[in-house]
């Protein structure tokens, strides 16, 4: 099981630099040892592990933990309140971003 999931994750992280480089994006790589770079990461992490892995354990197969982490990331993303930004969810607070910076539409009239 520990096996798939490192090859699951070197899998993922290269199509991950391959959709970063067809996109033209740089991917933020930080110097070895720079624990400021991935604080955000891994306090991301640090909350995962403490709300889902941890609590849920034993965990019987890959598909009991894939299932949790897609759960948990959509609750983090669409439900959960987030203090630093106004105690709403991410995608909410992304959503409101976008429509206050979107460029007005030119439409044709005859």
Not at 11 to 24: I, W
Not at 57 to 72: C, D, G, I, Q
């Amino acid at each position: 099981m520990l096996q798939r999931l490192v090859e699951l994750t070197q899998y993922t992280s290269f199509r991950l630099a391959e959709h970063l480089d067809a996109a033209r994006i740089a991917a933020s790589i930080g110097s070895v040892g720079d624990a400021y770079d991935n604080a955000l990461m891994e306090s991301t992490i640090g909350l995962f592990k403490t709300e889902v892995i941890k609590p849920m354990r034993p965990w019987k197969t890959l598909s009991h933990v894939e299932l949790a982490t897609a759960e948990w990331v959509d609750w983090y993303n669409h439900r959960r309140l987030h203090g630093e930004i106004g105690h709403i969810p991410p995608a909410e607070y992304e959503a409101n971003y976008y429509q206050a910076t979107a460029k007005p539409q030119l439409t044709a009239t005859n």
